[in-house]
């Protein structure tokens, strides 16, 4: 998203200059270049519209009376294009007119600017178009945010609803009473991932807001780390997957808050498993800080598709979606992007590291 318009950012800018007269299209570009933006120029109505369509800029600075195809004429057929009729138009004219005048903000124009130029009032006017372009794509670009959003949610709410759904229904019709403990079984592992998923979302709300207090206590993370093995027996058993613990036999004990860090390493497994193929392994390996300066380290490991290395930020952002080569399903949700706040806010960090020969490495570091 693009930051509010300030002088600092004018370069982000780009300002498409038409004008069938030289010397005038040379003192918009000098103008504008000097005070950072980035200028492009169009001799004439045909060639402005070949310019927009390659390249659409932030702001057109079009002259009125041009060859071929005047400014009214250009306006209009950007209005008529979707993608172009946001882009504001600020008309350049000799004409005094009121007439004429209201003939181009009727076409589309924004503003406009008299002949001969006032620099001053070119770079007001062009300023304050911007300003309201910028806040424009502001808003489309938070709008398209809460879209993606509010999909995401829906469908990572459906699955476990779906399944559960399913699971009802066939218990409903009175299977055999093993039947019906497994089926009570993933009812119940459904709804977990459910509320899990839901807890996610408020923690994140509460931590970036500021609002979530750590209650730290010494902890022994290998009890989390046994604990969120136990939470994922079942989605691990129904692909054969082994589930180990590399530890040390002391207990391995970190100074955090014990329910934020044992999500953290529900939500690391929970990963892993998803995204393993069957008959493979996700280990979960501790390693306690050896001395003063040194970080404690729990690492996450799986044999799953791994994870491009140009994604390896994004998986951890809020409802970040990566498409990794044969995986069953696109890495969405929370879960990573609340990985990296728990450990950001005990003044740690997390990453991810390709595993060999396959697979990916999750890494926390505690300090």
């Known amino acids: 998203m693009k930051q509010p318009f300030t002088r600092d950012n004018a370069a982000d800018s780009h300002v498409l200059v038409v004008e069938d007269e030289e010397k005038n299209r040379r003192l918009m570009r000098d103008l504008l270049e000097a005070h950072g933006y980035r200028v492009t120029e169009a001799v004439d109505g045909e060639d402005a519209l070949r310019l927009i369509a390659d390249a659409p800029p932030d702001l057109i600075l079009l002259d009125v009376m041009m060859p071929k195809l005047d400014g009214i004429a250009v306006c209009r057929k950007l209005q008529a294009d979707e993608r172009t009729q946001p882009i504001p138009v600020l008309l350049v004219t000799a004409l005094h007119d009121r007439a004429d005048l209201i003939r181009g903000i009727a076409a589309g124009a924004t503003d406009y600017i008299t002949k001969p130029v006032d620099t001053a009032e070119v770079l007001l006017r062009v300023r304050n178009a911007l300003r309201t372009k910028h806040l424009y794509d502001e808003r489309c670009a938070l709008l398209r945010m809460r879209e993606e959003l509010s999909d995401m949610i829906v469908h990572d709410i459906r699955n476990p609803l779906l399944a559960i759904t399913l699971c009802a229904s066939a218990l409903r019709d009175r299977q055999s009473p093993a039947e019906a403990a497994r089926l009570a079984a993933m009812i119940l592992d459904q709804t977990q991932h459910l509320e899990g ?147 950001e806010a005990h003044g740690g960090r997390i990453f991810v590291e390709a595993r060999q020969p396959q697979g990916s490495v999750f890494t926390v570091e505690l300090p």
Not at 209 to 233: I, K, S, V, Y
Not at 252 to 264: H, I, K, T
Not at 275 to 294: K, Q, Y
Not at 299 to 328: N, Q, S, T
């Open 197 to 343: 998923f839901i807890s996610d979302l408020l923690t994140v709300a509460k931590m970036e807001q500021g609002h979530l207090t750590l209650q730290r206590a010494r902890t022994d993370l290998a009890e989390l780390g046994r604990a969120a093995f136990r939470n994922h027996r079942m989605m691990a058993d129904a692909k054969s997957i082994r589930l180990e613990l590399a530890a040390p036999d002391s207990p391995c004990l970190a100074d955090v808050d014990p329910g934020l860090f044992e999500r953290l390493l529900n939500n690391l497994i929970a990963n892993a498993v998803k995204f393993s193929p069957a008959h493979t392994c996700v280990t979960l390996t501790l390693e306690p800080a050896d001395g003063p300066g040194t970080p404690c380290r729990i690492r996450v490991e799986d044999e799953g598709p791994g994870i491009p290395l140009g994604y390896r930020e994004a998986v951890f952002e809020k409802f970040g979606v990566v498409e990794m080569r044969g995986a069953d399903v696109p890495q969405t949700g929370m879960g990573l992007a609340l990985c990296r706040m728990v450990a």
